[in-house]
């Protein structure tokens, strides 16, 4: 089992830049990936960007490419999302994920509101 706390949401305006933080507990030495997500009013949950829990290959959306990076540091066991050039579509809950190799994302954040304004 592992257990995930999203933080560093907040407001910023269009352009700005805001980071993320997603800090894992338990059983963290055997965890194969783990994902940012997030879901807008209204809409599906969609998948922002993923990296290896410990080679650090990392993954993304095309809406995101260019724009957010994805990074971990192993010794704290926290994974970062660092969103820069924000647009208003950003605006959702943005949700930690992690899972192991053999199953799906399992294990969910509470999830952290980042919302973009003009």
């Known amino acids: 089992q592992v257990q995930l706390v999203e933080s560093g949401g907040g407001m910023v305006q269009a352009g700005g830049s805001l980071r993320l933080s997603c800090a894992a507990s338990?059983?963290?030495?055997?965890?194969?990936?783990v994902g940012w997500f997030r879901q807008a009013s209204g809409k599906e949950r969609e998948f922002v960007a993923a990296?290896?829990?410990?080679?650090?290959?990392?993954s993304y959306a095309d809406p995101v490419k260019g724009r957010f990076t994805i990074t971990i540091d192993n010794a704290k066991n926290t994974v970062h999302l660092q969103m820069n050039s924000l647009k208003l579509e950003d605006t959702a809950v943005y949700y930690c994920a992690a899972r192991y190799e053999s199953n799906g994302y399992d294990y969910w954040g509470q999830g952290t509101q980042v919302t973009v304004s003009s």
């Open positions: 338990g059983r963290t030495f055997s965890l194969y990936r």
């Open positions: 990296i290896s829990w410990g080679p650090g290959y990392t």
